[in-house]
Nanobody
């Protein structure tokens, strides 16, 4: 059974940085696409970034491009999201997700992912 556990959220001032981790277990993830999504209160879940586990493809939402970096640590079976230059509008619950079919063409769609973590709160104060 696939398990995704996020960590690293918290309260940070605008302009600061946070690094989120997603520990993945239960499968061999070499063919998976791993994604980060976020959901702010009263808003729909939105795509943030995605990476093919091999690292051959990386995608970002326009709103985070140049500020966020997605990567993976193969030794620890972990996907990371480094978030810099944070803004109050980045405040949300951040979710890690896994697409077992490895479909990069739909990496930005939440319905493409079949496994989800429980989420971690990131709050950016102004």
């Amino acid at each position: 059974q696939v398990q995704l556990v996020e960590s690293g959220g918290g309260l940070v001032q605008a302009g600061g940085s946070v690094r989120l981790s997603c520990a993945a277990s239960g499968r061999t993830f070499s063919s998976y696409v791993m994604g980060w999504f976020r959901q702010a209160p009263g808003k729909e879940r939105e795509f943030v970034a995605a990476i093919r586990w091999s690292g051959s493809r990386i995608y970002y939402a326009d709103s985070v491009k140049g500020r966020f970096t997605i990567s993976r640590d193969n030794a620890k079976n972990t996907v990371l999201l480094q978030m810099n230059s944070l803004k109050p509008e980045d405040t949300a619950v951040y979710y890690c997700a896994a697409d077992s079919r490895g479909r990069t063409v739909v990496a930005g769609r939440s319905d493409a992912y079949d496994y989800w973590g429980q989420g971690t709160q990131v709050t950016v104060s102004s």
